[in-house]
């Protein structure tokens, strides 16, 4: 069965560093998604993508975030200068026709540590 | 606002015992709910939708607007149902996904 594929599994960063989190989606799918969940607490939703394009981000997406598909496949997220407060299991998901029909797959999840 | 509340942090039970996970939902449109589980070590996944009101894995879950609950149910557990379970509301043109806190179901043989 396809996967979304998530690299690293746990990264280990120093406070004020940038970090590029990757994901490949499976490969027809059309929708992109960033969550994240902060140990002890909920899943929250970050980023959608969609058509080259975000479509949707929460109020944590600030602009220490950015989103990017390079290269048609890679599905990166970028945090340009870390806090502590972004230690957190970050998930990738994707969709095929939209998640009304058909629903996320979600990736393994990167473990980031910022300390 | 937009929530989604599932109370019981743990729910332990036995092997053969009718299971409920419990979720509550604040929303004042039109919802769409999901559960999503995650075995030990695994990722989440889907398991099932309101729209397409099925069973998996023996699980079901009905709406009740009135009382805005979206309760998942199993008459009865396996040990291999052991896992943590998370209600999420679908909304947005994306359809994103607010999550509960999620209830970790630990089935005891």
């Known amino acids: 069965e396809p996967e979304v594929t998530q690299t690293p599994s746990h990264q280990v960063t120093q406070m004020g560093q940038e970090v590029i989190l990757r994901c490949v989606p499976i490969?027809?799918?059309?929708?992109f998604y960033w969550y994240r969940q902060i140990l002890g607490q909920k899943v929250e939703f970050l980023v959608s993508?969609?058509?080259?394009?975000?479509?949707?981000k929460s109020e944590i997406f600030d602009d220490q975030f950015s989103v990017e598909r390079p290269d048609g496949s890679n599905f990166t997220l970028k945090i340009r200068s870390t806090k502590l407060e972004d230690s957190a299991m970050y998930f990738c998901?994707?969709?095929?026709?939209?998640?009304?029909?058909?629903?996320?797959?979600f990736g393994s999840g990167t473990r980031l540590t910022v300390v | 606002a937009q929530r989604v509340t599932q109370p019981e942090k743990l729910l332990s039970v036995f092997k053969g015992a009718p299971v409920e996970l419990k979720c509550n939902y604040s929303?004042?449109?039109?919802?769409?709910l999901f559960w999503y589980v995650q075995y030990s070590r695994q990722r989440l996944q889907l398991l099932l939708r309101?729209?397409s009101r099925e069973s998996i894995k023996g699980f079901t879950a009905d709406l009740n607007k009135g009382e805005t609950s979206f309760h998942l149910k199993k008459p009865f557990a396996q040990e291999e149902d052991s896992a943590m379970y998370y209600c999420?509301?679908?909304?947005?043109?994306?359809?994103?996904?607010?999550f509960g806190t999620g209830t970790l179901l630990a089935v005891q043989p």
């Open positions: 998901a994707s969709s095929e026709k939209g998640p009304r029909v058909d629903g996320y797959t």
């Open positions: 490969s027809n799918h059309l929708y």
């Open positions: 993508f969609y058509n080259n394009e975000i479509s949707e």
């Open positions: 929303y004042s449109g039109s919802p769409e």
């Open positions: 309101h729209i």
């Open positions: 999420a509301l679908g909304r947005g043109a994306t359809n994103k996904l607010i």
